[in-house]
């Protein structure tokens, strides 16, 4: 290690450490201008010019006025003593820091190269190393214009590690003093935020129009406890954690609905779109939040009102997540009054848990309905949610074996022409061709060919007519053979 640039990190403030780690992600050299656009997020004092000053004064980094743009330079020995130095990055020579110089680096692609409209906030690229099972993992070129990204997986291949890994790239190694892991992990995300890029580096800066979902979202807060269980209801604790407690959603509906608040009707709209089985939302003389299923989707007759407890676990997951969802980005946008003009990144595990093949099938459709501006990154082990896949979605599949850990990889693949076996036994999820037929067979022939149930019924009523006239004595009737 360079002792004198040692000596230089050693005594720079705290603050000014975090800027030289940020700098050095780039290639030998940084416009001040990509800086302003990484650092603008971070609430830090001093601010980014005086940081700049101190590491400048303290020879750390170099300043040069290129004319059009200033310039930040350093020397690669500096950077070697910085990633050897902090406990909490790997060792220059594991090929880290070339990684993350290259997210800088990233040009913009879309499905759609006529439009080229990016979502607001959304994932170019991501470098994960030495967290959990990932050795090294990387993955590039993601579409700007992507709402949806599905991982794929089978059971412990590491589908949950690859959604906590980019929580902590995004969000940091702690959420509300709570340390989500104490790996030497690196973690570096590029994404585009607004028409900036930004390079997010273990939370640093910290991207805060996030939320993170696990796969156990039945609980909500008690009305009459929120403070002793909120360090359960931090925004990743349920991706980390199976007892993870999501905001009341009933809760703030009776607040706004006692206030005569706007947002009371917008939010009962959008929980009776995710909830087309629920005919109504009321709130009873008591102050309770009720809610009413209909017979059925054409019916105009509704059972008795149940309050949340007393609904299927179906229903209590979606109000429960997509109540905490709205909850959590009202506090981060509380400029927005209608979600659709919501923007930011959604993580969920297993997104299918809990719901009926239906209910799988709708969610993609219309939660891009009910938040068109947020990028979705979820995990599921069901073909179901690919049937509502919108189009330009990106499908991830994670591989694991003992040389290479976990590993992420993007299929190329185009599924909206694709019935359920086609997706089955594709490389999303891998089934051979005997594994999707049911395990009773006992002939290949018997095999049903129909695309649907009602056209097996029908042809086996057709089959049965043939048979029984087959059997009895009556001669063809005549207007079997009219066209």
Known sequence: MNTSYYSLIKRASPEARHLLQVVT???????LSLLQNVWKTQATTPSLDLLLAELTALGLLQKDDMGHEIVYRFDESMRESLLKQANHLVPSNSGTAES???????????????????????????????????????????????QWLFLTGENSFGKTTVLQAIAIGLFGKFDDNKILT???CAIAIELKNHGHNQIHFLGHPQFTHFVAYGASRLQIQNKQAQNEISEKSTTTYGLFNVDGILLNIEYELLIW????????????????????SIADIQITDNNEVVYLEQENETSQNVYQPLPFQKLAAGYKSIIAMYGDML????????????????????????????FHPKLQRQLPILLSAVFPKIQFIVSTHSVIPF???????????????????????????EIQNLLPNSILTSPIFDLDGEEITQENNQKVDDIRMEDTYDEIESV????????????????????????
């Open 182 to 184: 104490k790996e030497d």
């Open 460 to 483: 086996d009523k057709i089959k049965a007519r043939l048979k029984a006239f087959e059997e009895s004595d009556r001669n063809f009737p005549d207007d079997l053979f009219e066209i």
């Open 100 to 146: 993350l110089a290259n997210l800088s680096n990233a040009p913009d692609i879309f499905f759609s190269k006529a439009q080229k409209q990016p979502l607001p906030c959304a994932i170019k690229q991501l470098h994960i190393e030495n967290y959990q099972g990932i050795i090294k993992t990387c993955l590039s070129a993601i579409p700007l214009d992507s």
């Open 25 to 31: 992600l780039a290639d030998k050299s940084v416009p």
């Open 257 to 276: 609905y006692l206030k005569r608040n706007p947002k009371y009707d917008i939010v009962k709209a959008i929980l009776l779109k995710l909830l087309p």
């Open 387 to 413: 049937l509502g896949a919108p189009a330009h979605s990106v499908f991830l599949k994670v591989t694991r074996n003992k040389a290479d850990g976990i590993q992420l990889e993007r299929l190329n693949i």
């Open 327 to 354: 909850i959590r980005f009202y506090q981060q946008q509380p400029e927005v009054n209608d979600p659709k003009d919501f923007c930011g990144i959604v993580l969920i595990d297993e997104l299918d848990v809990h």
